[in-house]
């Protein structure tokens, strides 16, 4: 296990290959790069569909580098469990 811009990050090797596990990366590949793209910024503001992975990424890694997510989603009767 490796830390990656805050987030831990689990590295293995197979037959001399070494594999980065975005699996069981929280918010996965998103959760790397979002921090590279907003540097100079304390505070992330996504209008975000319910689908997708695009929030949750953005969640963990404003935590994991002490910045502000905020995100808006549609409004839902029911909510959807990645928006909870």
């Avoid at 590295?11 to 070494?18: L, N, S």
Wanted: aromatic share 8%.
């Amino acid at each position: 296990m490796t830390i990656a811009q805050g987030l831990p990050v689990l590295i293995k090797e197979h037959a001399g290959i070494f594999c980065l596990r975005d699996d069981v990366t929280l918010g996965g590949t998103k959760a790397r790069v979002i921090p590279h793209l907003f540097d100079h910024h304390r505070e992330y503001v996504y209008a975000s569909p319910v689908q997708g992975y695009a929030q949750v990424a953005l969640a963990y890694a404003a935590r994991a580098n002490g910045k502000k997510a905020v995100i808006f989603c549609a409004g839902r009767k029911i909510k959807h469990p990645r928006t909870l």
